[in-house]
């Protein structure tokens, strides 16, 4: 059974510092990654899937990598803003006619203005 | 594009009775809708997977008959709570995918239940 693990479960940062987010899992045998953001009480939004194959997406401040082989994926966000406060879960998906999701239990970050 | 609903957003009802939660894919036909429950400050936990028009896969630990779950149309899921209890208080939310750009999971808002 796949477990998808994210450290630090929350973060405070001051305003324009870089955050790094951490997700692991223990079966590298995965069709994609997905990170999501989610706000107080609402639903998930996608930032950023990347498939197996690839190392690294990147969208606007977000950049997220990924090692297969090793079981991990990182979410950077450069200059954080205080609406960037949010948790940040990864979900990893097992193969291709599998749609399941496995989610982290995600990062809660603050970043302080 | 790629809109997910849900209704209602919000809902408080009596320990024994029941409450329907509606799903809806707003601008795209959903071969596939999943429901999921989340805990405060826990992960999403998959609770089933529904297909248009055939009964729904529960996950392993969910009483189907208690998490009523009818994907009658490409559009509208439904998951009925049957005999609620307050342990069955939680954060439910579900989300759809189609077919081509809409291949992967599209989430919906999410609806809060409280049992009291």
């Known amino acids: 059974k796949q477990e998808v693990t994210q450290i630090p479960a929350a973060l405070s940062v001051p305003e324009g510092e870089n955050l790094v987010l951490n997700c692991s899992f223990t079966d590298s045998a995965i069709y994609n990654l997905q990170w999501f953001r989610q706000d107080p009480g609402k639903g998930l939004t996608s930032l950023l899937l990347i498939q197996s194959s690839q190392r690294e997406q990147t969208s606007g401040r977000l950049n997220a990598s990924l090692d297969k082989s090793s079981g991990r994926s990182t979410l950077y966000i450069a200059a954080s803003q205080p609406g960037d406060s949010a948790t940040y879960l990864c979900?990893?998906?097992?193969?291709?006619?599998?749609?399941?999701?496995?989610f982290g239990a995600g990062t809660t970050v603050t970043v302080r203005a | 594009g790629a809109v997910v609903s849900q209704h209602p957003s919000w809902v408080i009802c009596k320990s024994g009775t029941s409450v329907k939660i509606e799903c809806r894919s707003l601008?795209?036909?959903?071969?596939?809708m999943f429901w999921y429950r989340q805990f405060p400050k826990q992960s999403l936990m998959l609770m089933a997977t529904?297909?248009?028009?055939?009964?729904?896969?529960?996950e392993q630990g969910v009483e189907k008959d208690k998490f009523l779950i009818n994907h009658a149309s490409l559009t509208l899921s439904t998951l009925t709570v049957t005999s609620a209890h307050p342990e069955d208080s939680s954060f439910y939310i579900c989300?759809?995918?189609?077919?081509?750009?809409?291949?992967?999971?599209?989430f919906g808002p999410g609806t809060r239940l409280t049992v009291t």
């Open positions: 529904s297909n248009e028009g055939s009964k729904a896969t529960y």
């Open positions: 979900a990893v998906r097992r193969s291709s006619n599998d749609y399941k999701l496995s």
């Open positions: 989300s759809a995918r189609g077919g081509g750009p809409t291949y992967e999971q599209y």
């Open positions: 601008d795209f036909q959903a071969t596939t």
